[in-house]
């Protein structure tokens, strides 16, 4: 089993920052790429931002500039670090993770969700 543990959401007010995190554990042999995606009311989950095993990165074009996504691979841990906040960056913020486990099997696994709340 794999499981990822994400930390870091709030309340914070519009130009504020908040950083995220999120640690995978569990029967994981190696992981491909992590990211981020979130979920407003009323709308569909969408990518926010993707880090792959080698470092490259990719973002939506509403966060490009403002947001940053990093991982440290020695502890399995992405991290997004949210800079400008704005109203409509307010969501459900998900961590994903592409993964092998040790079964040999290849998996995508999802956290639980933390809310991020921009409002003043």
């Known amino acids: 089993q794999v499981q990822l543990v994400e930390s870091g959401g709030g309340l914070v007010q519009p130009g504020g920052s908040l950083r995220l995190s999120c640690a995978a554990s569990?029967?994981?042999?190696?992981?491909?790429?992590m990211g981020w995606y979130r979920q407003a009311p009323g709308k569909q989950r969408e990518l926010v931002a993707v880090i792959i095993s080698g470092g490259s990165t990719n973002y939506s074009d509403s966060v490009k500039g403002r947001f940053t996504i990093s991982r440290d691979n020695a502890k399995n841990t992405v991290y997004l670090q949210m800079n400008s906040l704005k109203p409509e960056d307010t969501a459900v913020y998900y961590c994903?993770?592409?993964?092998?486990?040790?079964?040999?099997?290849?998996?995508?696994?999802w956290g639980q969700g933390t809310q991020v709340t921009v409002s003043s």
């Open positions: 994903n993770a592409h993964l092998l486990t040790i079964a040999g099997s290849r998996e995508h696994y």
């Open positions: 569990g029967s994981i042999f190696s992981i491909y790429a």
